[in-house]
């Protein structure tokens, strides 16, 4: 934690000499454009810094995952500074496919395996400031920060698919995981938590319907 605390405070600090190259009257352009470039940058590192020390002040480590009654708040919160910084971030919900066939097939017991087993491998795969929060057994809310393009959430769920693919050790067998993922973007699919968190829900029916193993967003 004074680790966390420390980064954003050398962060904070690097602000003001930034600020005095960019009020300073006798630099070219292209020094200036360099300027607000890594200004910029300092911006980024230092909400995604908040966001993680914010993260951890609430779960204590980053093997825990958010209640999902925190994951709201969470959200407005991140909806504030994004608007505040111009930055965008994603949401993505994901669900299990065939969840209750491995409950069905190979009881209670594995299946809440395999759901564990699902989260360890998705907070494993996100980065430090970035959210997760488990709905139920089989869904998973995410919070992606920093996504810039679309790309960057698509390679986020591509990750995500391989990393679940196939969870060793929870059965005899290896069972095949798959699971579809909804995408929003804020703020391009809206600027309110509940709007964001419902055009992910209803891009991720839209993935189940086409089969599953997939990821879709809404356009």
Excluded at 29 to 47: C, F, G, K, N, V
Excluded at 51 to 66: D, V, W, Y
Excluded at 152 to 162: F, N, R, W
């Amino acid at each position: 934690m004074q680790h966390k605390l420390s980064v954003v405070t050398q962060i904070y600090g690097a602000l003001p000499s930034t600020q005095k190259i960019l009020l300073s009257p006798r630099r070219s352009y292209a020094e200036l454009q360099q300027a607000l470039q890594r200004a910029e940058s300092i911006t980024e590192r230092t909400l995604c810094e908040l966001l993680a020390l914010q993260q951890s002040q609430l779960l204590g480590t980053k093997a825990e995952a958010t209640d999902k009654l925190q994951i709201q708040p969470q959200l407005s919160y991140m909806i504030k500074q994004a608007q505040r910084n111009g930055s965008s971030f994603a949401v993505l919900f994901v669900q299990l496919d065939h969840y209750k066939n491995i409950y069905d097939g190979h009881g209670a017991v594995v299946a809440k395996q395999v759901s564990e087993a699902a989260l360890a491998r998705m907070v494993a795969t996100l980065r430090d400031c970035d959210s997760i929060s488990q709905q139920a057994d089989d869904q998973f809310l995410l919070l992606i920060t920093d996504v810039s393009r679309i790309y960057d959430a698509v390679l986020v769920a591509e990750k995500l698919k391989q990393k679940l693919s196939i969870l060793h050790g929870v059965s005899v067998l290896p069972l095949p995981i798959t699971v579809s993922i909804g995408i929003s973007r804020f703020p391009q699919d809206g600027n309110d938590a509940g709007l964001l968190i419902e055009r992910a829900a209803a891009a991720l029916l839209h993935a189940q319907n086409r089969g599953g193993n997939q990821f879709s967003l809404l356009r």
